[in-house]
């Protein structure tokens, strides 16, 4: 792509280098795209095993396909040459017998057709299909699966593109792939049926197909070019009318829409040039097949025709050489089509295989047990140290108790550890020393899915699904009745607001529950770790502003949700720590206190010079602050 | 503000309902077509090239079957001579000119066609832009974005393609079906019909196919967007799922979506497969039946062999495109319906737009005054967002708005700049009804911080210049200083030329609100409404935000809308809304010592530690 069609920068449009007067400099439309590389290696001998892998499946479908388009080719072949049998066994006066028997054999012929082609189509069409989905559902599989410390790292937007964009590529090629056997086979064919009619004819007219596949190999880097070109106009374009759209408000509230209009005019005009230069490189190959096509014909009438005359050879090889003609330029104009295919299938089944790929840390163990239900609820750190990256330690020879029943408060400032910590029971993360215990089992030695059934989450942003209210609220026990779902909602305080909506507890959530307000998304996750009911309770209680009706709804229902269960909770309010059994004090990844409220003030350390700041919130304590009171109590 | 309207608006905006019966269909193919004809000589060059292609197309069977006949001529008697030589050279080089020819004409029949779809969709690209720019925030509240990009991407090219692949495509199969029967019937008509009689039932065919593929890929792509929802639901919920070990649930949801949208695709491969061969079937079967006829006519000396490779070829030049008669009748129905939607897109009336003698605003003391306003949205006139309300800010004032959650304060902020437009009452900015001046002036004199502050996929600069695109770069850090942004954006890889939003760096609730802030900081507002701007960022912060604002809130009316008491108590005058009424009005003190909703929002929020602690199972 010439540099001045680059999509991303409207100030090289139309007019030129300069800046002027419609165009300011701090101004852009349309967002920096980043672009997959698609220019890559056409062959990669592992990539090609790995996919097979996924064919493997199909190899017997694959096989009946491929055969099928082996004799499809065939009777493709066949025709003409029928056709040159009838028109050298009618000649006039001789008795119809043979044409007769051509009948029977083109009719014949045409059933095979007919069955072989409808065949290798469906069969390979949904074979590749097939093959689609096991991929996706092998990706999707794998990511239910891989440590967390990559999904963190991974934007959704991007694995999902692999999800979709990336195996549609795959399965372009697959089902490419076999016609291509059919392309060669029929070229093949072709050279060999038409010097077998006649050799020096079938030399000479075949010589316009070295042509032809000369110019298409020169023509195609630079066509190529020019339609990445323009399919990255396109999506430069739509991505402006995309930020258009959502971004409508902050336009119209900043009075923007003169000057983005005249930068997407840029950018929609970049696409009609690009546009227009694409169809022109597509379309210079029509007269050039066209013109090589006639040549063809016209070497089978001149060379063949006084052949004819000569009596060297019958009218009907004449025939059916033209036949031919029409057919061999075809099959060279996918042949190097699947050329740029392949290369984008080998760079996406690269990004493929890199996701199928990303290790799994954390596994059950082969003779993990079940954590039961009868177990005490107990959660226990002994000496826990721990770090997503080598030598950034994020927890380091931390240890406390959480008694059965009793709730804790994890305390501290941002970046000290908390998260991680109640992430730990969970074993989202595998401690790299020390250990932690759940009902007094190392969490290593316990199945995954059994610490999911016992300790119920609630996460700081309140994420609901799609669905309705109740499923949201039965999401952690699918085997919850409606009885059971709504005495978790009333205990809760949702109950209310619930039958409120449309149609209660049937009423479809938008995306994300887009459609309630974010206290109303808290309340339903707290319904939703009741209903799980679970004998201990990890909670990132919530530092988003609500109204105070709200919060008091909200304190409410925390302290009905941590009855009776051991919990665990991030607090970020006063009236949470303060209520919590025990205070466990985290800075920069140590236990630096531990007690309850009154013990912690009495003891005159961290905790108490903080709480004596009268922030509402730990959160909003500012960093100075906070290293004040640090200093103050070492020297106390 | 957007919440209220979404839950309670109905999605039958005039955008989604679709082209209904033949007559609408047919209006709105003509307006596309009398689209095309405003660039006439493109249309001229396209179809003149289709009607010389197919001629130049019709030729060559007929050229091919002259010189097979020529080679015929000298069987009888005697050998070759040069005369006959001569006629095939003329016959070759004639075949060679005319392929030549038609090569051309077909490309310059595709080009001016696609050239002229490509003019078209950039007339409709922008307008359609233009268009989403300027409707009123009433229409964005009822449209789902995703529809509005629908439109403007795949209905555009729907409309876009109806040239190309259907109205030259109509005009070509005509000529070359039309013109070939001709030239076969008035050879022999017997061997004529028979050697056409393939084209009804591919045709046909070819049409249901198409539709029905269509048909089926719209559904496909519906059940596709559910398994990506049911996706990316799941990997954006990931730690929910793990949490609740929820996965065996989640493969379950992706499999019953999966196997759905791979029942279609399956559907799909069907319906092209059987179609396809067919279609193949019918036209062998012809071609069979021409062999067959054909054959005993030469036998009878009816015919030469010339006639019977002229009538052979024909049947394989009509062949692709009668395949093609369904491509031709999609993009008619795809431009009818995507047509319909495109132009009852550009159709769409602009509620907040310039009064016919709007005058420019005129800024002197910077008064704002609400007089008895009331504001309901369109067809909800029964349930008002705001009564009456009444109040006035003079510059260097702050008015503090506080109220529960769908009281209608945040109304009160899209009214100023005229997002919505009032209903009852009347706002005036130094006595001028904000109605009766031009908008982009109204604009620049009102700035508003909204909660939720958008973000550009740009350089964190381009953002924080939004409005001020002109700006230098030292207004710029000066801007996102006050806002306390500064600091954090120099820590960043790129400092100010970091790339934030959707597929940029992802900057936090609180940073984002305090470039919000930064960007109205580099604006010369009359009014500026800080829409609860800052709720997600800390109180310390907020104070020293505060601090660095003074000297621009000094010649301006500021405008606080927030349910955090510390953010607002400083107000020179603090509404108290609920169910869009003002039910309290004064200062801090003043409200504090009328004992009212004000002092019990107060008390709830500056004690929040007593007697609201967790009691938990031995109840300290």
């Keep these: 792509m010439s540099q001045e069609e680059h999509a991303g920068e409207p100030e090289t449009g139309r007019n030129g280098d300069h800046v002027d007067r419609k165009r300011p400099p701090l101004a852009v439309v349309g967002s920096h795209r980043i672009d997959e590389e698609i220019f890559g290696p056409v062959f990669d001998k592992m990539i090609i095993a790995r996919i097979w892998a996924f064919v493997r499946p199909y190899r017997a479908k694959v096989a009946i396909s491929a055969s099928a388009l082996l004799i499809f080719t065939g009777t493709q072949l066949l025709i003409p040459l029928i056709i040159h049998y009838v028109i050298d066994h009618s000649k006039r006066g001789v008795d119809n017998s043979a044409l007769l028997a051509a009948s029977g054999a083109f009719l014949l012929a045409i059933l095979v057709n007919f069955a072989t082609g ?36 991974i934007e959704v937007g991007r694995l999902m593109s692999r999800l979709q964009g990336d195996v549609n590529s795959i399965q372009e090629f697959l089902e490419t792939s076999l016609f291509c056997i059919g392309d060669i086979a029929l070229i093949f064919g072709v050279v060999v049926v038409m010097l077998w ?39 430069a374009a739509n991505g402006a009318l995309a930020e258009a759209i959502h971004g409508v408000r902050a336009v119209q509230s900043m009075d923007r829409q003169q000057v983005n209009l005249v930068l997407y005019d840029d950018k929609a005009h970049a696409n009609l040039r690009t546009h227009l230069s694409a169809d022109r490189y597509a379309q210079v190959m029509v007269p050039t097949v066209d013109g090589l096509t006639g040549l063809a014909m016209a070497f089978v009438i001149v060379v063949g025709g006084s052949m004819v005359m000569n009596g060297r050879i019958e009218a009907g090889v004449l025939v059916a050489d033209l036949f031919y003609i029409q057919r061999f330029f075809d099959p060279i104009r996918s042949l190097t089509m699947h050329y740029s295919i392949m290369q984008r299938c080998m760079a996406s089944g690269r990004r493929l295989i890199d996701v199928l790929d990303i290790e799994i840390d954390v596994r059950d163990k082969p003779d993990a047990q079940a954590l039961s239900a009868e177990m005490d609820g107990a959660i226990e750190f002994k000496n826990v140290t721990f770090s997503y990256y080598p030598d950034l330690p994020v927890l380091k020879d931390v240890s406390f108790k959480v008694n059965p029943g009793e709730t804790a408060a994890l305390v501290g400032p941002t970046g000290s550890g908390k998260s991680s910590a109640t992430a730990l029971v969970h074993r989202f993360y595998d401690v790299q020393q020390g250990q932690v215990l759940v009902g007094g089992h190392d969490v290593r030695d316990l199945t995954q899915a059994s610490l999911g059934r016992q300790i119920a989450m609630v996460l700081q942003e309140p994420f609901l699904f799609t669905g309705t209210v109740f499923e949201n609220i039965r999401y952690g026990r699918r085997q919850a009745t409606r009885q059971q779902v709504i005495e978790a909602a009333k205990a809760v305080g949702a109950h209310d607001f619930i039958m409120s909506l449309a149609n209660g507890y049937e009423t479809q959530l938008g995306e994300r529950g887009g459609n309630l307000s974010i206290g109303q998304r808290q309340l339903l996750s707290f319904a939703r770790a009741l209903v799980a009911d679970a004998k201990i309770l990890v909670l990132d209680e919530a530092t988003a502003n609500v109204d105070s009706d709200t919060e008091m709804q909200i304190q409410k229902a925390l ?44 003891m005159g350390g961290f905790y108490s010079s903080l709480y004596n700041l009268n922030y509402a919130s730990f959160d909003d304590i500012p960093k100075e602050k906070l290293d004040a009171a640090a200093s103050a109590r070492f020297r106390s | 503000m957007r919440s209220d309207a979404v ?6 905006s005039p955008a989604h309902v679709a082209a209904s019966g033949w007559g609408r269909s047919l209006l709105t193919l003509r307006r596309i077509t009398v689209m095309h004809l405003r660039h006439p000589w493109q249309v001229a060059f396209a179809i003149g090239s ?69 003019h078209v969709g950039y007339e409709l690209r922008l307008a359609c832009y233009d268009k989403i720019q300027r409707l009123s925030f009433s229409f964005h509240d009822q449209v789902h974005s995703g529809d509005l990009i629908t439109i403007g991407m795949l209905d555009l090219e729907g409309v ?24 076969l019937i008035s050879t022999d008509a017997v061997l004529g019909v028979l050697a056409l009689s393939f084209v009804p039932f591919v045709g046909w065919r070819s049409s249901v196919m198409q539709l029905r593929l269509r048909a089926t890929w719209l559904d496909l792509q519906e059940r596709l967007s559910v398994l990506s929802r049911v996706m990316e639901e799941n990997l954006g919920g990931i730690r929910v799922v793990r949490a609740f070990a929820a996965q065996d649930d989640e493969m379950l949801k992706f499999d019953q979506a999966s196997n759905t949208a791979l029942i279609l695709a399956h559907d799909r491969v069907a319906t092209y497969a059987s179609n396809t061969s067919a279609m193949s079937l019918s036209f062998f079967a012809s ?15 009816d015919i030469s062999i010339g006639t019977l490779t002229t009538f052979l070829t024909t049947m394989t030049t009509l062949q692709i495109p009668v395949r093609q008669i369904g491509l031709m009748a999609n993009a008619f129905a795809r431009a009818s319906t995507c047509g319909s939607r495109l132009f009852g897109l550009l159709d769409q009336d602009i509620t907040v737009r310039d009064a016919p003698e709007a005058r420019p605003l005129e800024i002197s003391d910077g008064a704002l005054r609400f007089d008895n306003v009331s504001f309901a949205y369109r067809g909800l006139e029964n349930r008002p967002v705001l009564r009456n309300i009444s109040f006035e800010a003079r510059r260097g004032e702050t008015v503090a708005i506080v109220g529960p959650p769908g009281s209608g304060k945040s109304t009160i902020a899209h009214l100023v700049p005229r997002f919505y437009d009032v209903t009852d009452g009347t706002i005036t900015l130094d006595g001028q009804d904000i109605r009766r001046v031009t908008l982009a002036t109204l604009r620049k004199a009102v700035a508003v911080v909204q909660q939720d502050a958008f973000l550009f996929t740009t350089t964190i600069e381009n953002n924080i210049a939004y409005g001020d695109p002109w700006a230098k770069a030292q207004r710029v850090e000066r801007a996102s200083e006050s806002a306390q942004l500064h600091n954090y954006i120099l820590g960043l890889p790129a400092g100010y030329k970091t790339v934030v939003g959707e597929r940029g760096v992802s900057l936090s609730g609180g940073q984002r609100q305090r470039l919000a802030i930064a960007r109205i900081m580099m604006l010369h507002p009359s009014v500026v409404i800080f829409d609860d701007s800052t709720a997600a960022i800390d109180a310390a912060t907020e104070q020293r935000i505060r601090t660095a604002m003074r000297l621009f809130a000094k010649d301006r009316v500021t405008i606080v809308i927030s349910h955090r008491l510390s953010s607002l108590m400083y107000a020179d005058q603090i ?41 938990n199972g031995d109840g300290r």
């Design chain 1, 559 to 602: 302290t009905r949700l941590l009855k009776g269960r051991t919990g665990l909770v991030i607090a970020h309010r006063l009236a949470t720590i303060r209520g919590a059994d025990r205070i466990i004090v985290l800075r920069h990844g140590q236990v630096v206190e531990t007690g309850n409220h009154a013990e912690l003030i009495a």
């Design chain 1, 118 to 153: 409808y065949i290798q189509e469906a069969v390979v069409g949904k074979a590749a299909e097939n093959v689609l989905f096991d991929i996706r559902r092998a990706m999707f599989g794998h990511l239910q699966v891989v440590s967390l410390s990559f999904m963190d790292k």
């Design chain 1, 197 to 235: 009619l006649d050799f020096s004819l079938g030399l000479l007219t075949l010589s316009v197909l070295p042509i032809l596949l000369i110019i298409r190999i020169t023509w195609l880097p630079r066509a190529r070019q020019a339609f990445m070109a323009a399919r990255e106009t396109s999506s």
């Design chain 2, 287 to 301: 071609l069979g039946l021409v062999l067959w006829v054909g054959g005993n006519k030469l036998i009878a000396d």
């Design chain 2, 7 to 12: 839950g309670t608006s109905s999605r039958n």
């Design chain 2, 575 to 615: 509404l108290f809304v609920d169910n869009g009424e003002i039910i309290e009005r004064g200062t801090h003190q003043e409200l504090l010592a009328k004992r009212g909703r004000y002092k019990a929002l107060h008390d709830l929020q500056m004690r929040p530690a007593d007697g609201m602690a967790i009691k």
């Design chain 2, 50 to 118: 289709t009607f010389l292609a197919v001629i130049l197309q019709l030729l060559i069977p007929q050229l091919l079957g002259r010189a097979i006949d020529q080679t015929q001529t000298t069987l009888g008697g005697g050998g070759v001579t040069a005369a006959a030589e001569e006629a095939l050279w003329i016959s070759a080089l004639l075949l060679l000119a005319v392929s030549a020819l038609r090569g051309i004409f077909t490309m310059t029949q595709n080009y001016f066609a696609e050239a002229l779809g490509h």
């Design chain 2, 160 to 183: 876009r393609m109806y040239f190309s692949t259907g109205l030259v495509r109509a005009c070509l199969l005509t000529m070359l079906i039309g013109i070939g029967a001709y030239m």
